[in-house]
């Protein structure tokens, strides 16, 4: 296979849209209909805040979830994206994220629940990539605003992401601080990170990374954090995840983030026997000028990983 051989990638097709989305748009951190339901505390709304709070997945949770975050689960319940939880994916300092039940034309589907913690969560971290953003002008340094605001984001980066043909997991919904996204493997048949997986093809694999970071930049957006660590393998897909942090190619650090990101990328399929070199990569990513209002093509194909039983 050669690196011009575009035909062998497993990639997915862009979605028709109207375009990836308005690089200025503002980012609405102002109320919500959950913080109005916290306010109002009706006898439904707290019987199922007690319920949620005696569950055990949650017990842990009651010193830092607020009455907002139960009434942004609660909307989400009501609004028909969640109809049941289970169990705690993954626990950090920043968010947790959980197993769910939701419902999609009438089915279920497994679904993850990622809750972002206002009060734990690494403000500092959050503002190297905050800061000079457009679209959160104003925020200050109120933490609650930036929280709700990356959760935003997160879910905004996911649709463009999505639209661009980068494996991504599909977004669901988003309140306040809480994210309904597609669960990629279930508990109990977790979804390994590239770093976990025997890459038998690494050409290949790696060819399928630097076409996502492409359609990614094509589409105005720099993952920021992109690693081995960020990119998990579930049914012999190449998935690409935690997206919160990805900014757009206006950043003032987008460049910096960019080199960054290839450099994570050669160096790990440098230790797969494969050399790389990143600036290579910067290269092919930014062959493509940033194009706002359209997504690049591209075709479908095998196992990413030429590995099936990944």
């Known amino acids: 296979m050669t690196d011009s051989d575009p035909e062998e990638f497993g990639f ?7 375009g990836p989305g308005d690089e200025w ?8 209909e959950a913080d109005r339901i916290a ?20 017990k842990v949770e009651q010193s830092v979830f607020d009455d907002a975050t139960f009434a942004a ?18 626990t950090g300092k920043e968010a947790n994220v959980y197993e769910a039940l939701g419902n999609e034309d ?20 959050m503002r190297e990539y905050l800061e000079g953003d457009p679209r959160f002008e104003g925020l200050g340094s109120d933490k609650k605003q930036v929280v709700l605001a990356w959760t935003q984001k997160e879910y905004a980066n996911l649709m463009r992401a999505r639209q661009a043909g980068v494996r991504v997991p599909e977004p669901i919904a988003v309140e306040r601080n809480v994210l309904v996204m597609e669960l990629v493997g279930l508990v109990e048949e977790r979804a390994r990170r590239l770093v976990e997986v ?6 290949t ?59 994570n990328v050669a160096g790990f ?30 075709p479908d194909g095998p196992d990413p990983t030429g590995d099936s039983d990944t």
């Open 12 to 18: 997915l097709e862009p979605e028709e849209a109207a």
């Open 106 to 125: 009438g089915h279920d589907r497994d679904v993850a629940i990622k809750i972002y913690r206002i009060n734990a969560s690494n403000f500092r971290q």
């Open 73 to 90: 689960i609660y909307k989400l319940v009501q609004d028909g994206h969640v109809d049941a939880f289970g169990g705690p994916i993954s």
């Open 39 to 58: 306010r109002q505390r009706d006898r439904e709304f707290s019987q199922f805040r007690e319920r949620l709070k005696d569950a055990d997945q949650f």
């Open 205 to 263: 694999a790696y060819e399928v990374v630097r076409e996502y970071m492409r359609r990614l930049y094509a589409a105005g957006l720099v993952h920021g954090d992109l690693s081995e660590y960020n990119m998990i393998i579930h049914n012999g897909e190449l998935v690409v995840i935690d997206l919160g942090q990805a900014v757009t190619v206006h950043h003032p650090n987008a460049e910096e983030f960019l080199r960054r990101d290839c450099r």
């Open 198 to 203: 025997d890459v038998e093809n690494p050409q």
């Open 25 to 32: 748009e503002e980012i609405d951190v102002t109320d919500t």
């Open 269 to 298: 399929f440098g230790r797969q026997g494969l050399e790389r070199d990143w600036r290579d990569l910067h290269e092919f990513v930014t062959e493509v000028e940033p194009d706002p209002g359209g997504t690049p093509d591209g």
